[in-house]
């Protein structure tokens, strides 16, 4: 299994560029999850999902959209971007939300700068 | 809302110190889940623990051991003989609900340094 993939790694963009950050996971897990990370803040929930088809907000959902039409992939899209969305993406699943036993699986992370 | 606290923004020990690092968590939910994950230099996030609100025995895993307290709202996460390798950031993060493991609220991270 290759896990959690992110695409890209990197990525430069313009302010008002809009963009796809790419995420997939093999392991047939239901449920993903969009975070950032930003200095001193840790991880803040963008947008997530308990399957294809049903996705809802998170913490800092603004600016950001997600769809989920089959339930390797969830992409998230960056319609028009701004320096503010500077930051650290990650990807995460799990097989369910249930927290006694399930275990997110994040992904490598895109490093995005919004110039 | 809930809310985690890591007072500690970073800590820098010798190789073979003792270290511990804290956190406070905030929550109105009687059930919730309590995490603590790695972030070594290479950047992804590696779990390390879960405990759940109704368990409030501390753990032990070889060199680390976690100190849950629901009396204090901490959370607190000790190395013992800390190690080069043990350099990373560490998040202390919290879910509440039984079905809410995949929304979790992060704490905004301590870095330690272990210096040889």
């Known amino acids: 299994n290759a896990g959690v993939t992110q695409t890209p790694k990197f990525q430069v963009l313009k302010t008002g560029q809009s963009m796809t950050l790419q995420c997939a996971q093999d392991m047939n897990h239901e449920y993903m999850s969009w975070y950032r990370q930003d200095p001193g803040m840790g991880l803040r929930l963008i947008h997530y999902?308990?399957?294809?088809?049903?996705?809802d907000q998170g913490e800092v959902p603004n600016g950001y959209n997600v769809s989920r039409s089959t339930t390797e992939d969830f992409p998230l899209r960056l319609l028009s971007a701004a320096p503010s969305q500077t930051s650290v993406y990650f990807c995460a699943s799990s097989y369910s939300g249930t927290a006694t036993t399930d275990t997110q699986y994040f992904g490598p992370g895109t490093r995005l700068t919004v110039l | 809302a809930q809310k985690v606290t890591q007072a500690q923004t970073e800590i820098s020990v010798v190789e073979k110190e003792d270290v511990t690092l804290d956190c406070v968590y905030e929550t109105r939910d009687t059930t919730y889940y309590l995490f603590w994950y790695k972030q070594p230099p290479s950047g992804e996030l590696v779990f390390l623990i879960r405990?759940?609100?109704?368990?409030?025995q501390n753990e032990i895993s070889g060199r680390y051991s976690w100190n849950f307290q629901k009396s204090t709202s901490s959370f607190n996460f000790t190395i013992t003989a800390s190690q080069v390798v043990d350099s990373a950031v560490y998040f202390c993060?919290?879910?509440?609900?039984?079905?809410?493991?995949?929304?979790?609220?992060f704490g905004g991270g301590t870095r330690l340094m272990v210096k040889p």
């Open positions: 405990r759940n609100s109704f368990d409030e």
């Open positions: 999902s308990v399957g294809a088809g049903i996705t």
């Open positions: 993060a919290l879910s509440e609900g039984y079905n809410a493991g995949n929304m979790l609220t």
